[in-house]
C-alpha cells in the first residue's frame, strides 16, 4: 500500500495483517505478533535503521548463531543475511507493524547520550568560550535535531524543555498528553535554548522576557513548522516547541469524528451565503483542524476564500491565507479590514481574541459575507456570551451568528490492544449521570501494547456539540437571558450535549470514561 504507515486506518492494517497470515501459511514461516513481541536491543544492534527501513526488516532475537528477523517479504532473507552477518529465521509480519517496530527500536533519543558527552567534553577544555551554537557539527545543535526528530516521530505535538536546577526535563505531548521523554544535564541546558533561539530568529542575549518565534525545517523529508515560545522560569528559561507537520493529511468533516447526523446538519450551516460560524473550545481542542475541514467543504473555483491566522497551520493552494505579525503591525482587526476590501466570499477568521476583531467579523456576516471563526469558550452557549462580554450588542450577536460548535478532542481505545472488561460502579454511575448505559459485553480499555507505548491509546477523535441559533435562541440572546436557559432551549431543540455525545463513544468503545474524564468538564450538563 502507498499510504504512510501512521496514516493507515485500522481496517487497512487488518487487511496488511491477513495479507501477512496469508503469506506466512503459504511458505510455512511462523508469523510475529509486534504489538506484543519487543524486538530485543542486542538483535536490533545487528543492522542500522537505514538498511531495516529499506528491507522492511526487524531482528526480534539471537537464537544460539542465528537470528529471528521479522519481515514483510520473505525474498529479502539472503539480504538481510548479508547485512546482519549471521544465519537468520525468518517470521512473516505486516509492513506497517515492522515500519512501527523500527520506529520503536531506533530512538533518535538514544544518540544524545554520546553527544551530551561530547558537549561536556568540549565545555571542559573551552572555560572561557561557550559552546559553539551554530556550527552544524557541534554536539548541541546534534541535540536539539535528535529531540525534534523523536517528536515527529511519535507524532508529539508540542516539545516541552524545561529546566530544574541540575537537569533539564524533556516532554513530548503526544494525544493530548504530556509524556517524559528524556533528563539532560543541568549544564546543556542554556546552549540548547540558544540554539533553538539561533534557529527561531529570537535574541540569545535576552533571558528575562518571553520570546515567540518559528522555525520552518526539513526533517526525515518532511517539512514542518514549529512554532517556539520561550518564558524566564524559576530554573533557567523553559522552551515550548509546537510541531506542525506540513505532511499531514487535511481532514474533511466525515473524518474528524462527527457523527453522520451532526456533520449533515453543520454541512448544511457550510452552504449558508453568509452569516458567521463559530467553533469554539479550549486551546488543543481541534477547532483549527474542524475549521479547516469546513474550508474543504467550500473551496470551489467560483469562491474567494481568505484566511487571516496566528500561524498558518495548514498551506492551502486555492486559499489566500494572511500571516499575523505584529511586528509589522498585521493584527487579526488590521487584518480583517484589509480582507474585507479584497471581495471575498469566505473569511476565516483564525481567533476572535478582542472587542475590534470581533465587531468586524459581526458586521462582515452581517453585510453578506459567510465567515468562519474559532473562540475560546467552554461550549456552545458559553460562546454567544463571550461575544456579548467582549461588548457586541445582544442584537447583533443574535442576527449574525448562525451556529456554534463546541468541541473537545479524547484520545481513542488503541485498536491493537483493546479488550472488553466490567467497569466498577463508579463507572457505571458517571455513564449513566451522562445519559448512556453499559452495553451487555461491558466496556473497551487498552491493555497497552509497543504501538501505543503501553498507554492503550492511540490517536484522537472529536467530540462535538451543534448549537445552531434558531429564532427561539436568538430572542432569549436579545434579552441576554441566563446562560442555562440558552442552553437548556437547544437541548429542548435537539441539541445533543458534549457529555451526551462523549457517552455514546464511551458505549461504542471508541474511548473510556477516564479519558472522558480527563478531557471533558461536565459539571452541570
Known sequence: MKHRGRHLTPEDLRIERH???????????????????????????????????????????????????????????SEVATAIGRPVLLAVASAPDIRQAIGNAFRALSEVDSRVRQFEATARKETRAPAPIANEG??????????????LRDRASDIHIEPHDDRVRVRFRVDGALRDQLELPGSIGPAVVSRIKVLANLNIVERRRAQDGQIRMEI??????????????????????????????????????????????????????YGMVICAGPTGSGKTTTLYGSL?????????????????EYSYSSINQIQINEAAGITFAGGLRSILRQDPDIILV????????????????????????????TDAATALYR?????????????????????RLVRRVCP?????????????AFLRDAGGEVPIEGLVRGAGCNFCAQTGYLERTGVYELMPVTD?????????????????????EGMRTLPEEAARLIQSGVTTVAEVVRSIYLAGS
Open 350 to 377: 483564525g481567533e476572535v481574541r478582542d472587542v475590534e476583531t470581533a465587531r468586524i467579523a459581526v458586521q462582515a456576516a452581517l453585510t453578506g459575507h459567510f465567515v468562519l471563526s474559532s473562540l475560546h469558550a
Open 296 to 312: 474543504g467543504e467550500l473551496d470551489t473555483p467560483e469562491r474567494n476564500i481568505m484566511t487571516i491566522e496566528d500561524p498558518v
Open 387 to 407: 461575544l456579548l462580554d467582549m461588548g457586541i450588542e445582544s442584537f447583533l450577536v443574535a442576527s449574525s451568528v448562525l451556529a456554534v460548535m463546541s468541541q
Open 416 to 428: 491493537d490492544c483493546r479488550e472488553y472488561y466490567e467497569p466498577p460502579p463508579e463507572e457505571i
Open 472 to 492: 427561539a435562541i436568538r430572542e432569549l440572546v436579545v434579552h441576554r437571558a441566563p446562560h442555562d436557559e440558552i442552553r437548556k432551549t437547544a437541548r429542548y
Open 138 to 151: 557541534a554536539p548541541v545543535v546534534q541535540v536539539v535535531q535528535l529531540i525534534i526528530t523523536q517528536g
Open 220 to 273: 526525515e523529508n518532511r517539512s514542518v513548522d514549529i512554532r517556539v515560545s520561550t518564558a524566564a522560569v524559576v530554573g533557567g528559561e523553559k522552551v515550548v516547541l509546537r510541531l506542525l507537520d506540513r505532511s499531514r493529511p487535511l481532514y474533511r468533516l466525515e473524518q474528524l469524528g462527527m457523527p453522520p447526523d451532526l456533520a449533515n446538519r453543520y454541512s448544511g450551516l457550510l452552504r449558508t451565503p
Open 19 to 77: 495479507r501477512a497470515r496469508r503469506t506466512a501459511e503459504r511458505l510455512g514461516l511462523p508469523t510475529a505478533d509486534l504489538r506484543s513481541v519487543t524486538p530485543a536491543p542486542e538483535a536490533t544492534a545487528l543492522i542500522g535503521e537505514a538498511v531495516a527501513r529499506a528491507l522492511t526488516a526487524i531482528p526480534l532475537e539471537i537464537r544460539d548463531d542465528a537470528v529471528v528477523v521479522a519481515v514483510a517479504d520473505p525474498s529479502v532473507g
